[in-house]
Nanobody, 123 residues
Framework: QLQLVESGGGLVQPGGSLRLSCAAS????????IAWFRQAPGRERERVSC????????PYADFVKGRFTISRDNAKNTLYLQMNSLKPEDTGVYYC????????????????WGQGTQVTVSS
């Protein structure tokens, strides 16, 4: 059973950067599409980005395009999210999630989730 653990969150000033990591264990990520979701207080969980198992498809939400970059290192069994030019509205809990091979925009189609890591963007 695939297990996911996020890390790298924290408090950062507007305009700053963070890199989130999602380490997988008990299974290889090679055959999974992996996504980053985020949930702000009082809001629904929304997909930020995803990377397909083939690494050929990496959609981004409009609100992070040009600022965030998703990547994966299969040798380390780890997914990353590089977040630059952070804004206060990027504040929330960030989750990684996995499903077989192909990205989906729908959170209920991801069967594996991490526990989340808090990102707070504030001066």
């Amino acid at each position: 059973q695939l297990q996911l653990v996020e890390s790298g969150g924290g408090l950062v000033q507007p305009g700053g950067s963070l890199r989130l990591s999602c380490a997988a264990s008990r299974a290889t990520l090679d055959y999974y599409a992996i996504a980053w979701f985020r949930q702000a207080p009082g809001r629904e969980r929304e997909r930020v980005s995803c990377i397909s198992a083939s690494n050929t498809y990496t959609p981004y939400a409009d609100f992070v395009k040009g600022r965030f970059t998703i990547s994966r290192d299969n040798a380390k069994n780890t997914l990353y999210l590089q977040m630059n030019s952070l804004k206060p509205e990027d504040t929330g809990v960030y989750y990684c999630a996995a499903r077989s091979r192909y990205c989906s925009a729908y959170r209920n189609e991801y069967g594996y989730w991490g526990q989340g890591t808090q990102v707070t963007v504030s001066s």
